[in-house]
Nanobody, 112 residues
Framework: QVRLVESGGGLVQPGGSLRLSCVAS????????MGWYRQAPGSQRELVAA???????HYADSVKGRFTISRDNDKNTVYLQMNNVNPEDTAVYYC??????WGQGIQVTVSS
């Protein structure tokens, strides 16, 4: 599996913004789609956003218009720009690469 390391999480106030980053390393032999998932306590892990190597994007309805996913293929990095966050965005966010590679997760807490 490819190693994925997330960064950029933490505490943010409602209405604020933050950017998550995920760097992929190791033996990368395929340009799989990358994505961000999240899991809140007592909830199932859900897809937040995904992006293909060519730039096609998909967003969960709950984050459309607020979050933006992007990637830099040369740096093997995917980003999640989170704007106008609300407490419902509080979760552990996981970076995903292809069908079976996952980051360890990073906490995002939205609270006043």
């Amino acid at each position: 599996q490819v190693r994925l390391v997330e960064s950029g999480g933490g505490l943010v106030q409602p209405g604020g913004s933050l950017r998550l980053s995920c760097v992929a390393s190791g033996s990368i032999v395929n340009m799989y789609a990358m994505g961000w998932y999240r899991q809140a306590p007592g909830s199932q892990r859900e897809l937040v956003a995904a992006i293909t190597s060519s730039g096609y994007t998909h967003y969960a309805d709950s984050v459309k218009g607020r979050f933006t996913i992007s990637r830099d293929n040369d740096k093997n990095t995917v980003y999640l720009q989170m704007n106008n966050v609300n407490p419902e965005d509080t979760a552990v966010y996981y970076c995903n690469y292809g069908p079976r590679s996952w980051g360890q997760g990073i906490q995002v807490t939205v609270s006043s």
